[in-house]
Antibody
Framework: EVQLVESGGDLVQPGGTLRLSCAASGFTFSAYTMSWVRQAPGKGLEWVSTISASGGSTYFADSVKGRFTISRDNSKNTLYLQMNSLRAEDTAVYYC????????????WGQGSLVTVSS | EIVMTQSPATLSVSPGERATLSCRASQSIRSNLAWYQQKAGQAPRLLIYGASTRATGIPTRFSGSGSGTEFTLTISSLQSEDFAVYYCQQYNDWLMYTFGQGTRLDIK
């Protein structure tokens, strides 16, 4: 059974930094593209970032480009999201998501980690 | 950026009845469309990918159709556990994945 467990969410001041982690199990982590998707309180879903299976390629939504970094450690089956220069509009639940085998949909999701940016 | 528009925003249906949810893309996305179900306080769950292929473990009462710009999710006979928010997502636009704003399915 695929399991994705996020951690690292917290209350942080505007301009601050935070790193989220996602521990994966139940599948061959190193074989799959992984992503982060976020959901602001009471709002819809927004794709944030994607990293290739090897970690050699990374992609970001315009809203976070230049501020967020995605990485992975395939030896530890763990995905990361480094968030810098945080803004109030980054407040959201951040989900770790595994890509499907037949396209860039998301076939498994973690339970989410809440990031609150506020002074 | 491809804009995904879902309608209606809220749909009220009685248990046992059929529900039809719509999703429209601002340009052709071929069949690169997924549907997700999200219950309050939970993560989204994949229902459909490739516009019409059910994900593993999804009941047959869920079906998807469409291609190009017009898509439909049909739930043939609503069960109590189906009342939730449903999102469509396009993955045709390389690394600019976008979601619809969601349709809330309420008990009538």
């Amino acid at each position: 059974e695929v399991q994705l467990v996020e951690s690292g969410g917290d209350l942080v001041q505007p301009g601050g930094t935070l790193r989220l982690s996602c521990a994966a199990s139940g599948f061959t982590f190193s074989a799959y593209t992984m992503s982060w998707v976020r959901q602001a309180p009471g709002k819809g879903l927004e794709w944030v970032s994607t990293i290739s299976a090897s970690g050699g390629s990374t992609y970001f939504a315009d809203s976070v480009k230049g501020r967020f970094t995605i990485s992975r450690d395939n030896s530890k089956n763990t995905l990361y999201l480094q968030m810098n220069s945080l803004r109030a509009e980054d407040t959201a639940v951040y989900y770790c998501a595994k890509s499907g085998s037949k396209g860039y949909y998301f076939d498994s999701w973690g339970q989410g980690s809440l990031v609150t940016v506020s002074s | 950026e491809i804009v995904m528009t879902q309608s209606p925003a809220t749909l009220s249906v009685s248990p046992g009845e059929r529900a039809t949810l719509s999703c429209r893309a601002s340009q052709s996305i071929r069949s690169n469309l997924a549907w997700y179900q999200q219950k309050a306080g939970q993560a989204p769950r994949l229902l459909i990918y490739g516009a019409s292929t059910r994900a593993t473990g999804i009941p047959t009462r869920f079906s998807g159709s469409g291609s190009g710009t017009e898509f439909t999710l049909t739930i043939s006979s609503l069960q109590s556990e189906d009342f939730a928010v449903y999102y469509c997502q396009q993955y045709n636009d390389w690394l600019m994945y976008t979601f619809g704003q969601g349709t809330r399915l309420d008990i009538k």
